[in-house]
């Protein structure tokens, strides 16, 4: 780091990892599914059906998607050390 530049005004660096990322995109792209189901139900009524089943499930499906991702994510950075 630059010694001339305060330590108030240093830019700050995102901590964030690939690995992360990956799990918000997946996260928010659950989340996004039953909408895309709604949209379609309106038109289609045999497609209501999808958005229940995906509204339904979608919380336990998160549940488990963040937890294999924290898992593969502690694993990961062990096998590292």
Request: proline share 7%.
């Amino acid at each position: 780091m630059d010694p001339e530049i305060p330590s108030n005004q240093r830019r700050l660096r995102p901590r964030f990892s690939l690995g992360i990322l990956m799990v918000v995109m997946f996260v928010f792209a659950l989340m996004a599914a039953p909408g895309y189901y709604l949209v379609r139900g309106m038109n289609h009524p045999e497609m209501r059906v999808a958005f229940i089943i995906l509204t339904l499930s979608a919380p336990v499906l998160l549940l488990v998607a963040v937890s294999i991702a924290h898992r593969l994510l502690s694993w990961w950075n062990r096998k590292r050390k």
